[in-house]
């Protein structure tokens, strides 16, 4: 494997595109594009490594960030967007994503919000922080709305447009149920959950947020620790036994994958559920030789190369790890790193995600994009040591110069 360098996924402005454009004609190198969920965890990911991409990432998405009510393009006031691409691919156009004037910015997201509260904060940079304060504001208004709305907790859907995503959590989708890739979050007899759902991986990063919001907002502090405080009880309750969402009437999808890791890097969960999540993060069906499936191999809706019904992500399996080794799971953590590392080493370049067959064998995925930024960020994360915690405002290096 080459060494992990993201220079060659920079935008000019310093942000990372989500992946690069295809490097041979197997490559569908189709996220060449700033995305907000993607660029600020692929910031996060190098922030000891390079802390000026996180300035850049900031900035970048407050510029964009949502002004006013839009239901086509889901743009809501302090929203942070999905994806902007100022010249929209004939695809999106095909499958009637909401592009106007030939450009696409579409803020259909239920989490790049809350990561861009957890970025923000990882930097510990005061100056920036008061630069970018209209927008802390404005994304700490829009997840508070989209808490009491989701009656406590983030929830996403239904899509009533053309286009655009129906789940809105990193696992995303338009229709899960239909989906020939194995994207989104299903039931276990395939069909979609009711929407609004709520998926386990939002939540997480939600919690992380408002703890962010304890150390960006201190005049607010404790109320923002109760909402955090509200919303742990909730999760531990709700997801902490398997369970990957919530349908809109709170029924619970069931499924063990690597939500839970996501869980344990956010810090939700009471010690005696942290065992509970980590000792069924750790068996086989979840946790191979190569990383974290994103489901289980005993899922019924399993599917080996399902894109995020059983593959492995590194950047997914990089937020176990670092989960795994809060909960004190650290023979469990090394496992990860060292077999993301593996996998990566032995299918060549930083593929978006990979399968791992139920008797153990690595393959590559064809829809897998072959040098995605969060891969990058997770093996030079890995080398650094640096799981995305642990970092608060005033602890750290300023970046914003």
Do not use: K
């Amino acid at each position: 494997m080459s060494h992990a360098s993201l220079q060659p996924l920079l935008s000019p402005d310093g942000w990372a595109y989500a992946s690069r454009l295809p490097v041979d004609a197997a490559d569908p190198g189709r996220f060449h594009a700033l995305f907000g969920r993607d660029s600020l965890i692929t910031a996060l990911q190098v922030l000891p490594h390079q802390p000026e991409v996180a300035a850049a990432t900031l900035r970048a998405l407050a510029a964009r960030q949502g002004r006013r009510e839009d239901p086509e393009t889901e743009e809501q006031p302090g929203r942070i967007l999905h994806e902007d691409r100022p010249v929209a691919p004939e695809w999106l156009v095909e499958r009637g994503w909401p592009v106007r004037d030939g450009a696409l910015r579409y803020y259909g997201t239920s989490d790049a919000t809350s990561w861009f509260l957890v970025l923000l904060d990882a930097t510990g940079d005061r100056a920036l922080a008061e630069e970018l304060d209209a927008a802390r504001v404005g994304a700490a208004d829009w997840l508070h709305r989209a808490l009491t709305a989701g009656d406590g907790l983030v929830r996403c859907g239904p899509r009533t447009f053309p286009g655009g995503l129906s789940q809105q959590g990193w696992r995303d989708a338009l229709d899960p149920g239909t989906d020939a890739h194995g994207g989104g979050i299903v039931r276990e007899d395939g069909t979609a959950p009711r929407a609004p759902m709520a998926d386990a991986d939002s939540q997480a990063v939600a919690v992380a947020a408002l703890d962010a919001l304890v150390r960006l907002d201190p005049d607010r502090a404790d109320d923002w620790a109760a909402r955090a405080a509200l919303l742990r009880r909730r999760v531990e309750d709700a997801f902490a036994h398997g369970v990957m969402a919530l349908e809109s009437d709170d029924r619970p999808v069931p499924g063990a994958g690597s939500q839970l890791g996501w869980l344990l890097w956010a810090d939700v969960l009471s010690p005696e559920a942290t065992t509970l999540v980590a000792e069924r993060l750790t068996r086989p069906d979840v946790l191979t030789a190569y990383g974290v499936r994103t489901l289980s191999s005993s899922h019924p809706a399993f599917l080996t190369e399902g894109y995020h019904r059983g593959a492995v992500w590194p950047f997914d399996s990089w937020l176990c790890w670092g989960g795994l080794r809060r909960a004190g799971y650290d023979d469990a953590a090394g496992q990860v790193r060292e077999g993301v590392r593996r996998a990566v080493a032995e299918l060549g370049d930083f593929p978006e995600l990979y399968a791992v067959t139920p008797d153990g064998e690595l393959r590559d995925i064809p829809i897998a994009n072959r040098v995605q930024a969060w891969t990058v960020g997770a093996m030079i994360a890995f080398d650094d040591g640096w799981d995305g915690r642990g970092v608060s405002l005033g602890d750290a290096p300023q970046v914003s110069r």
